[in-house]
């Protein structure tokens, strides 16, 4: 079966510019989760959605950031007026079950999108 | 969800040896993971372990975990090529978003 896909698979942009990214998880899946990983580093959770709930943005760096995902299935990540420290790879993940939960919910992980700002 | 911090920050090995990557974390567990990170396959879950089991296998990988300790580790027998790769412990204390540390940079030469 298919897994989950991101697009773009790469991004590059203008300082100032705002870009989308898009997360197609896997069919079916209750969570859906987006990281931000930099050069060298491991993935930063930015936020989690429970079918189109989001129940956490905690990691959100800033308000330039905005996610959603409106009908439970597909999510958008939207970066407003990018900056050359947004420049990384945002992952997307989705799990079967909900977290929070005590039980094992194994995260699936897209390709991701390495988004370039200059 | 804690961060587990991985140890060595680097390794070199030869195809054939055996490797091995220790993990550290600071606070109590319900379960811990090991996950592969590498250009070809992207971020992939290797074995999950949890808090009452002290040893787990599956194919050349075997997770021990030391609750007494805080630590766990990961030993990948008989190296391959294919298993160059970042690796990363994550730690599931409950609200399962996970929290990577920097990993383990393994590289396997032929």
């Known amino acids: 079966g298919a897994g989950v896909s991101q697009s773009p698979r790469y991004k590059v942009a203008k300082r100032g510019q705002d870009v989308a990214l898009r997360c197609d998880p896997i069919?079916?899946?209750?969570?859906l989760f987006w990281y931000q990983q930099a050069l060298g580093q491991g993935p930063e959770f930015l936020t989690y959605?429970?079918?189109?709930?989001?129940?956490?943005k905690s990691g959100l760096p800033s308000d330039r950031f905005f996610a959603e995902r409106p009908e439970g299935s597909v999510s958008t990540l939207k970066i407003q007026r990018t900056q050359q420290e947004d420049s990384a790879v945002y992952l997307c993940?989705?799990?079967?079950?909900?977290?929070?939960?005590?039980?094992?919910?194994?995260?699936?992980f897209g390709p991701g999108t390495r988004l370039t700002v200059l | 969800s804690q961060q587990g911090e991985e140890d060595p920050q680097a390794l070199s090995i030869q195809e054939g040896e055996n490797a091995t990557m220790n993990c550290s974390y600071k606070?109590?567990?319900?379960?811990l993971q090991w996950y592969r990170q590498n250009s070809g396959r992207g971020l992939v879950h290797l074995i999950l372990?949890?808090?009452?089991?002290r040893e787990k296998h599956s194919g050349r990988l075997r997770v021990t975990l030391d609750t007494s300790k805080k630590s766990s580790s990961l030993l990948i027998t008989a190296s391959r090529a294919a298993d160059t790769a970042s690796y990363f412990c994550?730690?599931?204390?409950?609200?399962?978003?996970?929290?990577f540390g920097k990993g383990t940079m393994l590289l396997v030469s032929p």
């Open positions: 993940a989705s799990s079967r079950g909900l977290a929070g939960t005590r039980g094992y919910n194994e995260q699936f």
């Open positions: 069919s079916g899946h209750v969570s």
């Open positions: 959605f429970q079918n189109e709930a989001q129940l956490d």
């Open positions: 606070t109590s567990i319900n379960n």
């Open positions: 372990i949890r808090s009452n089991e």
């Open positions: 994550v730690m599931n204390s409950g609200y399962s978003t996970l929290t």
